[in-house]
């Protein structure tokens, strides 16, 4: 019931800034948690950062005083503002949703975001 759309992601040197956006659509949809996840190339996939309905946060070690993830519940947007760019940060980040009720994740598209010089 619940669409993701993400957009943002890109090429960028390392120390760069780069902003992640996720837009979810549908009918009939609540949502609870939401945030980014991340897959870079023989890696794990991994959580990034995640932020829950009533507005608190959890970031993975590497990207905490970095990266910084934003809601706005009016809107149906999420957003995730990347500061102080790696060449680790290299990967296709995904949004998810988590519904309300009972129910498996949603997820966007996903976004490639490439950090070198």
């Known amino acids: 019931q619940v669409q993701l759309v993400e957009s943002g992601g890109g090429l960028v040197q390392p120390g760069g800034s780069l902003r992640l956006s996720c837009a979810a659509s549908?009918?009939?949809?609540?949502?609870?948690?939401m945030g980014w996840e991340r897959q870079a190339p023989g890696k794990q996939r991994e959580l990034v950062a995640g932020?829950?309905?009533?507005?608190?946060?959890v970031y993975a070690d590497s990207v905490k005083g970095r990266f910084t993830i934003s809601r706005d519940n009016a809107k149906n947007t999420m957003s995730l503002q990347m500061t102080s760019l790696k060449p680790e940060d290299t990967a296709v980040y995904y949004c998810?949703?988590?519904?309300?009720?009972?129910?498996?994740?949603?997820w966007g598209q996903g976004t490639q975001v490439t950090v070198s010089s």
């Open positions: 998810y949703a988590t519904p309300l009720g009972l129910g498996p994740r949603s």
């Open positions: 549908g009918s009939n949809f609540r949502i609870n948690a």
């Open positions: 932020v829950s309905s009533d507005g608190r946060t």
